[in-house]
């Protein structure tokens, strides 16, 4: 479980802003733009976080080494962080903020790049929208949790353990640090509960429940846009081997191992990215135009 204690230096957080996704509701957006200023050759990767986090918690260690490639857009996904509230919770609805998103941002197709929670939106983003699709990066992904009981378990302790941890939460994450204010670990950890904690006990409930219900077993391996999987292999919550037969659904899905747990996109952050880069190379290079 995420304990927030060797969170990965944050050093400047990302920054970014509400924006509007008409008839929708707002989000908080961070975009880096294309690399160097002008227009990317490559599709924008959009990175969809994993339950009870914000897109920053969850990307801010890869997003540096990702913008220098490409165009890199983290969004807030709905009742998480400053993500739209709705009177409802649904991934679909997810998967249609994406392709949102995509329409505010002028982006004709996008990479989806999920990680956990972010894989089963990026999956519907496909099925939902394969014309804004232009590939998949999947990480620490599955086509459903609850078949093997220990990941039930897991699903609803999960959901109990996010519950300990949010005194107050619900609350916009905040100010990041003052400019020049040099971090220390302390400080580190502060942010990332800040983060954390902007996402209301209630909200990962209802999102829990929902992704227990998920299940893309009958469709996977339809995908028809290039794809990468990046395997966790000592994750605890979606086992290695569930991840890999995803994988093989694929039809030329290329597969990147990396020796980690399920939280490592933030506490095994340099393990995670060595299978991250590649992946996103990977898909990138077999974009059709």
């Not at 232009?134 to 302790?157: H, I, K, N, Q, S």
């Not at 942010?191 to 009958?218: M, N, P």
């Not at 299978?275 to 974009?287: I, M």
């Amino acid at each position: 479980m995420l304990t927030l204690a060797n969170v990965a230096p944050v050093g400047e957080p990302p920054s970014g802003s509400m924006v509007d996704l008409p008839g929708r509701g707002s989000t908080y957006v961070t975009d880096t733009g294309a690399p160097g200023g002008g227009a990317s050759p490559k599709p924008t990767l959009v990175l969809l976080h994993a339950l009870a986090c914000t897109g920053a918690l969850t990307w801010y260690p890869a997003i540096p080494r990702l913008a220098e490639r490409y165009r890199v857009v983290t969004l807030d996904q709905r009742w998480h962080g400053r993500g739209i509230r709705s009177e409802r919770f649904t991934l679909e609805d997810c998967a249609d903020d994406v392709a949102a998103l995509a329409d505010a941002l002028g982006l004709e197709r996008v990479v989806p790049v999920g990680y956990s929670m972010g894989t089963l939106v990026a999956q519907l983003t496909w099925r939902r929208h394969r014309d804004r699709v232009a590939g998949l990066v999947l990480c620490a992904g599955t086509t459903g949790f609850r078949r093997a009981p220990r990941e039930r378990v897991t699903l609803d302790a999960l959901n109990a353990w996010m519950g300990t941890l949010r005194p107050g939460a619900g609350r916009p994450p905040g100010p990041e640090r003052p400019d020049g204010l040099d971090r220390t670990d302390a400080q580190d950890r502060a942010w990332a509960l800040r983060q954390f904690r902007s996402t209301s006990a209630g909200a990962v409930g209802r999102a829990t429940a929902e992704i227990g219900k998920f299940d893309s077993s009958g469709w996977i391996a339809d995908v028809d846009v290039p794809t990468a999987v990046v395997v966790t292999g000592t994750d605890l919550v979606i086992p290695a081997r569930r991840q890999r037969w995803m994988a093989r659904q694929i039809d030329g899905a290329s597969t990147y191992e990396v020796d980690a747990g399920h939280a490592s996109c933030v506490l095994e952050s340099e393990t995670f990215i060595s299978g991250l880069l590649p992946a996103c190379v990977s898909v990138s290079s077999r974009v059709r135009p």
